[in-house]
């Protein structure tokens, strides 16, 4: 799953994570299931990577 992510995702995911006391991978789990529960499964995969950038990029 992480390799859908550019380099510069993955170390914004990574401090995203390292923010909320979480491992990356789990962090990105989590997001993709909260954006499943929401949605259908191909808006979800779409609003998922969207939503990941988001709240990596947002500040702590």
């Known amino acids: ?4 992510f550019t380099d510069t995702d993955l170390d914004r995911i990574a401090a995203a ?3 909320d006391g979480q491992e990356p ?5 989590q997001v993709i299931r909260e954006r499943l529960d929401a949605e259908d499964l191909e808006d979800a995969l779409v ?3 969207f939503t990941v950038a988001t709240r990596a990029a947002a500040g702590g």
């Open 25 to 29: 991978a789990a962090w990105l789990r």
């Open 47 to 49: 609003g998922a990577h």
């Open 17 to 19: 994570a390292a923010r």
């Open 1 to 4: 799953m992480m390799e859908l």
